[in-house]
C-alpha cells in the first residue's frame, strides 16, 4: 500500500449535515405523511402478545440449582439475581433480579442524501413490549444472536450495509449502555453508516430526515429507545441563520450557542472529565451475582416474580405471535416495571448559553460504577409517603414546574423486546432565572456540546440521558 | 453565585508545560544525582520480604466453602476464580486464579513551579513485591483502605493536595485499568495535580522534572508502574526547535510530528474510534466467577497455588518487615508470575509522522472486552516449543530485530504491592522502511496524538500500552 497523502487526523465532521437533516421536514404535512405511514404499517401487520405463566414458556426453564430463569440454548439472556452494596443513598444493601444479556447487539441507521440533504432509513418494527406494539426504530436493531440467526429466523435486512467493507462510510460508532437497574452491563453499538448505492426498498422502512423524526419524538411512544440512543449520539453543529420568533425565542437561542464549541461554559471540559472521574471513585459500587431463587425480597409464583411490596418490577412470561418479524411465534420472559418513569433535564441559560444539569448516579448493573443521568430520574410512584429527605433531588421541584417551563414533554418506551409497557414521561423544564447556579452533590451543568464530546465515547451518559439528549436536539 | 463570564471549554492547555519539563535535567548529572538519592533512600531503610506458607499469613485464610483467599476485614483483595470464554485466540476456555480488588486506587502526582518549569513530587517507596525493594513511585499511591486508614497505619502523606479543595488545580484526572490477566477489574485514578503552596519536604519525596523521571525510565526497575501509567496520561504538546543530531533524528522528528494534532494520520480518529468499537463488538469474552478451589489445572499446596504446567504465575504468601511504611510488619499474598514478560511496540514512520502499532486484545479481566495492548505483549516462555501458528503475532519478528532498529529497551516492574518480582522488557523498536503498512486483524497504527487523545479517557489503553506511551515520550 502506497502512502500517497495522510489523512487529516479529525477527518471529514459530519455534523453540519446532521443537523442540515435536522431542519428538513419539520412541516405539519411531512410529519402528518410519517404518522399515516406508521399507522399503516401498523395496520398491516398482526400481532398479538399475551401474558402466559412460566411453565408455557417453551424453550425456557428455571435452573434447578439457582432458579436462574434460561434459554434452553444457554443464549439471548438470562433473569439471574444481583445483590448490591451501596455507600450511596439511603439504601447500603438490596437485592434483585436482573437480565443479563452479554451480547453486544447493533443499533443502527443507514442514511443517504437525497436532493443534498441525509435521510435515515426507518424501520416500522414491532416488539412485544411496547403498549402500541409498532414504533420508529432504527435500519437494523439485532442481538448478535439476530445477526448471526440463532433464531433460525430470515437474515437480517439491510445488515450488510453495516458488515461488508466498502458499501458505507461510517459516521458515528459507539457501545453505549442500556438499563443500569434492569440490565446487567448490556451494551449495544449505537452506528450510523452512510451508502451512495440504491438502497432496495421494504414496506416497513421509510427514507425520513432527521427533522421528520425529531417531530414524532414529541408526540407519546412514536420513536422507539432504539433510535433515540443513535438519535443522541448523532453531533449536531450550530445551526446557521436566526432562531425562530416566539416566546422560545431566548430558549432557542441560548441552545444553540450551547451547541457550538467556541462559545463559553460554566466549567471546562478537563473539569468535567475529572469531577466525572471523582464522583466514580468517589462511591463504592459492588455487586456480586447471586442466584434468582436467593434474591431477597422477592417472591416467585406460577406466573410473576415480584417485590413483596409490588414496587419496582416483575418479571412475566409472555407469547407473541406477529406477522412481521424473523420468527412469527414464540414464547419469552419481559421485564414489567410497575408506574411511570419519570426522566427530567432542567436547564438553565447562564450567560447566554444553556447548560443541562446532569447527575452521576450509580446503577447496579453499571459494572464501572457511574454514569451520568437525567437530573431526576425515577419512578415517582416509588416514593408516595415518603418524607422529604427520602425523595430525589429536584423531584418536587419537577412536580411543581409550572407549564410555561417546560420545553419538552412526551411519553416515550423503553426497549419493547425486553420490557413489557415500561414507559417513561421525558421532560426538559428551563428554570426560572433565580434557579442557583450553584450545583448540589452530585451534579454539573454541561453545555450540549459538551453532552456532545462525552457521546462520542461509551460510559458517560446513560439511556435516560441520551434520551432527554435526542430529545433537546430537535428543540432548535 | 454571580457569573461574571464563563470559562472557555477546552480550558488551559497544560500540555507546552508538561513538555517543557520533559526538556529539563535531562543531562548526565542531574540523573547521577537523582540515582544516588535513590540509592541512598534505599539504604536508609530496612526491608524484609521472605516467602511463608499460607498458614503463616495473619489475617488471610482461605474460605471453606469456596476456597477464596480473603482478607479476615473482608478488605483489601481476594483470590478468587474466574472462567473464561473467549471466541478469540486458541483457547476457547480457561479457568484461573484472579486478584479481585474492587476498590478504586488513588495514583497521585503534586507538582509545582520551580524557576517556571514544573517539578514532580517524587516518592522512594518500597514495595514487598519489587526486585529491588525501592523504586520511583507516584507523590501518592494509595488504596482506598489506605486513603482511609482501614490499616491503622499512618495517615498518607500529601493526600491533602489531592481531597482539600483550593489547594491545587487539576492537570489530569482519569480511571484506567491495570493488568487484565492477573486482576478482575482492578481501577485507579491517575491525576496530576498543581500547586502554588510550600509544600513541607520530607526524606523520603524529591522535587524532579519530566525530563530526570524519563531518564530513570530509560534505566531497569527505577520507575515503578504507577508512575509511568501517571506520566502515560499526560499530553504533551510538540516541542519546539530541532530535533537534536545524531542517528535518531529522522525518528526524533517523525516523532515529533507524531505528537501534533494538526499533522496528518494514516487513520482519522473517527476511523479508530469506530474500529475500537467494532473490536470490542466482533469478539465475545464471557467470564464468570467460580470458587477458587473449583479452578481446573491449577492446584494449591502449603505454600503456592500453582497452575499444573508451571506456567503463568503462582499465588505465594510473604512476610514484609519495613522501617518505611504505613505498618511495620505484616503478612499477605502476592502473584508470582513465572518468566520474563515482554511488551513491544513497534513504530514506523508513515509519510514522515511516526505511527504505533497498537492491537486490541481482550483480558478477562477487563469486563467491557479489549483494551489496547502493545504490539507484542506476552510472556515468551509460554510459548516456547509451540509450532509457528501458535506463537503471538510478530513475537519472532520481535526476537529477531537488529538492535540498530530498538529505540528503547528496559526491564520495568509491575506493581509491588501485589506482584512479586513481575518484571517486564518493554521496547520501542522502529521497523525498516519495507515493513507493511497493512495492519493485520486486530491492529491498527496509531499517531502519539491519538493515543494521547484516547488516553483522555479510561478503557482505550492497557497497562502494558501506557507504560510504552510513557517511554515513548522520553525519546523525543
Redesign the interface.
Same mark, same amino acid.
Given at each position: 500500500?502506497a502512502?500517497d497523502?495522510?489523512?487529516?487526523?479529525?477527518?471529514?465532521d459530519p455534523s453540519a449535515r446532521f443537523t442540515e437533516s435536522g431542519a428538513a421536514g419539520k412541516d405539519r404535512s411531512s410529519v402528518k405523511t410519517a404518522l399515516e405511514w406508521l399507522s399503516e404499517r401498523r395496520d398491516a401487520h398482526t400481532f398479538e402478545v399475551t401474558r402466559v405463566p412460566f411453565d408455557a414458556l417453551e424453550e425456557w426453564s428455571f435452573q434447578p440449582d439457582t432458579g436462574d430463569l434460561v434459554h434452553r440454548s444457554g443464549r439471548f439472556f438470562t433473569v439471574e439475581g444481583r445483590r448490591v452494596h451501596s455507600d450511596y443513598g439511603m439504601v447500603p444493601r438490596w437485592d434483585q433480579p436482573i437480565i443479563n444479556q452479554?451480547?453486544?447487539g447493533?443499533l443502527g441507521f443507514v442514511v443517504k442524501e437525497f436532493d443534498g440533504v441525509l435521510h435515515c432509513l426507518m424501520q416500522a418494527k414491532m416488539e412485544p413490549g411496547n403498549v402500541n406494539v409498532v414504533q420508529l426504530s432504527p435500519t437494523v436493531q439485532a442481538t448478535?444472536s439476530n445477526q448471526k440467526r440463532v433464531h433460525r429466523g430470515s437474515r437480517v435486512r439491510y445488515l450488510e450495509y453495516f458488515t461488508d467493507p466498502g458499501r458505507s462510510e461510517? #459516521?458515528v460508532?459507539?457501545?453505549q449502555s442500556e438499563q443500569g437497574s434492569w440490565f446487567l452491563?448490556k @451494551?449495544n453499538?449505537n452506528?450510523v453508516v452512510e451508502t451512495t448505492e440504491d438502497v432496495p426498498p421494504h414496506d416497513d422502512y421509510r427514507w425520513m430526515t432527521i427533522g421528520e423524526i425529531q417531530e414524532l419524538l414529541r408526540l407519546d411512544n412514536m420513536v422507539n429507545m432504539d433510535a433515540r440512543t443513535v438519535l443522541a449520539c448523532m453531533p449536531f453543529a450550530r445551526p446557521t441563520g436566526a432562531a425562530s420568533p416566539g416566546p422560545h425565542r431566548e430558549f432557542q437561542a441560548g441552545l444553540r450557542r450551547s451547541m457550538a464549541?467556541?462559545?463559553?461554559?460554566?466549567?471546562?471540559?478537563?473539569?468535567v #472529565?475529572?469531577w466525572f472521574?471523582?464522583a466514580?471513585?468517589r462511591h463504592?459500587v459492588?455487586a456480586? @451475582?447471586i442466584p434468582l431463587d436467593r434474591v431477597e425480597d422477592w417472591h416467585r409464583t406460577a406466573d410473576t416474580i415480584s417485590h413483596t411490596d409490588e414496587r419496582h418490577f416483575s418479571i412475566i412470561g409472555a407469547r407473541v405471535t406477529a406477522g412481521s418479524r424473523e420468527v412469527l411465534n414464540w414464547t419469552q420472559p419481559l421485564l414489567a416495571p410497575h408506574g411511570l418513569g419519570l426522566a427530567v433535564l432542567l436547564v438553565k441559560n447562564?450567560?447566554g448559553?444553556l447548560h443541562a444539569l446532569l447527575h452521576a448516579r450509580p446503577e447496579g448493573g453499571h459494572?464501572?460504577g457511574v454514569e451520568l443521568a437525567p437530573t431526576v430520574q425515577c419512578t415517582p410512584d416509588n416514593y408516595r409517603g415518603l418524607p422529604d429527605g427520602h425523595r430525589p433531588a429536584f423531584l418536587d421541584y419537577v412536580t411543581g414546574a409550572p407549564r410555561e417551563r417546560v420545553r419538552f414533554d412526551a411519553v416515550q418506551s423503553e426497549e419493547g423486546g425486553r420490557f413489557h409497557h415500561a414507559e417513561c414521561r421525558y421532560a426538559v423544564i428551563e428554570v426560572e432565572d433565580g434557579f442557583?447556579?450553584?450545583e448540589p452533590p452530585g451534579h454539573r451543568w454541561l453545555?450540549v456540546?459538551?453532552v456532545t464530546r462525552l457521546l462520542?465515547?461509551g460510559?458517560y451518559l446513560n439511556v435516560q440521558a441520551r434520551s432527554l439528549v435526542a430529545c433537546l436536539h430537535g428543540l432548535w
Open positions: 500500500m502512502i497523502r495522510l489523512l487529516t487526523r479529525d477527518g471529514p452479554p451480547e453486544i447493533m448478535r461510517v #459516521l460508532d459507539v457501545l452491563g @451494551r453499538r452506528i464549541p467556541d462559545e463559553g461554559s460554566l466549567h471546562t471540559m478537563l473539569s #472529565l475529572s472521574t471523582d466514580t471513585a463504592e459492588r456480586e @451475582r447562564i450567560g448559553v459494572p464501572h442557583p447556579v450553584e453545555t456540546d459538551q462520542r465515547h460510559r
